[in-house]
Structures are given as structure tokens and as C-alpha cells.
């Protein structure tokens, strides 16, 4: 979302800087690579996360639930997206009280969509990061516990 926020920032500026802010038919001279870092960011992230959601789930739950698990981690990204069409929506009724223009608005130029919709995703990412962080470190690792993959399989005793 960085990235995305930065790259937004530039082409207003480079808007700007050719007159085309106000014209709803200018086009921006800029190359679309400029799309390719955020994008290939949220691809390896998405990447690390299946595998890191996959080994996670059959390495602490039971043989029975794991399968279950990783089949219903399909959801996740369903259930984001009725999340992030919630969040749009909230941002476009709050931003456009009184009388202002809304930062979700069918003209790119007058809307703050990019730059203010990426900077907030941003702030809830940094929320949503520190909430793992915490919740991983209280978690800890579950072996210790004595429950495990291998417990199910009869390879460690219910001691």
C-alpha cells in the first residue's frame, strides 16, 4: 500500500506539472511499469501467506480439523473483499459530508481516492500487523503443549 500511495502521489504530481489535472480526457505521460512493484508485492505476499496459512494449519491442528482448515482459508479472501467494498463505502458517506468532494469520485483528478483511500489502508495494515505480531507471540508454539501433527499420527504419547 506504500508503494501504491507513492506511485499515486507521483502521477498527480506529474499531472500537475503537465496541465492535464483538470482534464478529465488528459492522459498522464508515465509508463505503466510504475504498477509493477505493487503489484508484485501483493502477489509474493499473497504467495507466503498461503504456504506460511498451509503449514500453520498442519503443523498445530489435528489431522481431522487441518484439512478443514485449509479448505475454509478460501474464505479469507472472500470475506476481504466484502470487508474492503464495507470500508470504500464507510470512507465514501464519511468523506463527502459537508458539501466536500468525496475522496471516492469518478474523476480521478479531484478524487483523493489513491493517495488518502492507500495512505488509510496503510494505517490498518500497520493495526492489523501488530495485532498478529501480539497474537503470535502470545500463541507460542503449541508442541510444547503437546499438541501436534505428530500426536495424532500415535508417534508422541498423550503425557
Not at 505521460?29 to 498461503?50: C, D, K, R, T, Y
Not at 505480531?133 to 504419547?157: H, M, N, R, V
Request: aromatic share 10%; hydrophobic share 45%; with cysteine.
Amino acid at each position: 500500500m506504500v508503494v501504491a500511495a507513492i506511485v499515486e502521489h507521483y502521477r498527480k504530481r506529474i499531472a500537475l506539472e503537465s496541465g492535464d489535472y483538470n482534464n478529465p480526457r488528459g492522459v498522464v505521460q508515465m509508463s505503466a511499469m510504475l504498477l509493477i512493484p505493487q503489484h508484485l508485492l501483493s502477489g509474493v505476499a499473497e504467495a507466503l501467506n498461503v504456504i506460511a496459512s498451509n503449514e500453520f494449519f498442519y503443523s498445530e491442528l489435528p489431522k481431522s480439523m487441518s484439512n478443514i482448515a485449509v479448505s475454509l482459508s478460501g474464505l479469507g479472501p472472500a470475506v476481504g473483499s466484502l470487508l474492503a467494498s464495507l470500508i470504500l463505502s464507510t470512507v465514501a458517506t464519511i468523506t463527502k459530508k459537508g458539501g466536500k468532494e468525496s475522496w471516492i469520485s469518478n474523476d480521478i483528478y479531484k478524487s483523493h481516492y489513491h493517495e488518502s483511500y492507500y495512505w488509510l489502508l496503510v494505517v490498518m495494515s500497520l493495526v492489523n500487523l501488530v495485532y498478529f505480531l501480539l497474537s503470535s507471540w502470545l500463541y507460542g508454539p503449541c508442541a510444547d503443549l503437546g499438541f501436534s501433527k505428530l500426536k495424532d499420527e500415535g508417534k508422541i504419547s498423550e503425557g
